[in-house]
Nanobody
C-alpha cells in the first residue's frame, strides 16, 4: 500500500521561501511522475507542478519561475522549493503521483501560511 507523507510547511512572510518534502513508500517510486498539489478551503485541489521519471518538469503558470520541483529516487522523496511566496500561495500542499495513485488515500498534507 502506498503511503504519502508531506512535511515542511509553516508560516512565512510574503516574499519568503519554504521547502516542502514528501516521502513515498510502498511503490516503485522511480517510475512514476510525481506531482505537488494544493488546496484552499472551498476550492478544488489543483496540481501545480510535476516531475517525470526522466526529470522533465511541468509548472502551472501561477508558480512558474518561483517554485522548483525535484526528486531523489534513492530516497523515494519529492521536494518543492518555493520562493517569493505570496498570499495566493497559502494552501494545504499535497504530493501524489500524476495521475494520483489508485486506491491510495492522500496524505495529511502540509499547511503553508503566508502572512506578515
Amino acid at each position: 500500500q502506498v503511503r504519502l507523507v508531506e512535511s515542511g510547511g509553516g508560516l512565512v512572510q510574503p516574499g519568503g521561501s519554504l521547502r516542502l518534502s514528501c516521502t513515498v513508500s510502498g511503490s516503485i517510486f522511480s517510475i512514476y511522475t510525481m506531482g505537488w498539489y494544493r488546496q484552499v478551503p472551498g476550492k478544488k485541489r489543483e496540481m501545480i507542478t510535476s516531475i517525470q521519471s526522466d526529470d522533465s518538469t511541468y509548472y502551472a503558470d501561477s508558480v512558474k519561475g518561483r517554485f522548483t520541483i525535484s526528486r531523489d529516487n534513492a530516497k523515494d522523496t519529492v521536494s518543492l522549493q518555493m520562493n517569493n511566496l505570496g498570499p495566493e500561495d497559502a494552501a494545504v500542499y499535497y504530493c501524489n503521483a500524476d495521475p494520483p495513485f489508485e486506491y491510495t488515500e492522500w496524505g495529511q498534507g502540509t499547511q503553508v501560511t503566508v502572512s506578515s
